[in-house]
Nanobody, 123 residues
Framework: QVQLVESGGGSVQAGGSLRLSCKVS????????MGWFRQAPGKEREKVAH????????HYGDFVKGRFTISQDIAENTLSLQMDSLNPDDTAMYYC????????????????WGQGTPVTVSS
């Protein structure tokens, strides 16, 4: 079992920034990919970004538009999501996820999930 614990969520004004962190119970390098997802009330879950651990290739949802950066801290074995220029549409519960299977990395059905950290952006 891979355990993921998110932190760093909070409430910010539009235009502000937050940095989310995900503590991972196994070496991130041993996963195929990791990702950040979000879900707002009444909306479908959507992928914010994902990261292939071998190639270090990063992918972002179209709505990100350069505002977010997914990265890993090798020393701390954590996954981060730096979010800048936040707007109210970014309000959601943000989840860290991991998968050991390359074939699932491009999708949204990752194997392991954290409990989420809430982000609220006010206008």
């Amino acid at each position: 079992q891979v355990q993921l614990v998110e932190s760093g969520g909070g409430s910010v004004q539009a235009g502000g920034s937050l940095r989310l962190s995900c503590k991972v119970s196994v070496n991130i390098g041993g996963t195929a990919c990791m990702g950040w997802f979000r879900q707002a009330p009444g909306k479908e879950r959507e992928k914010v970004a994902h990261f292939y651990t071998a190639s270090r290739e990063r992918h972002y949802g179209d709505f990100v538009k350069g505002r977010f950066t997914i990265s890993q801290d090798i020393a701390e074995n954590t996954l981060s999501l730096q979010m800048d220029s936040l707007n109210p549409d970014d309000t959601a519960m943000y989840y860290c996820a991991a998968d050991l299977r390359l074939k699932y990395c491009s999708g949204e059905t990752y194997m392991y999930w954290g409990q989420g950290t809430p982000v609220t952006v006010s206008s």
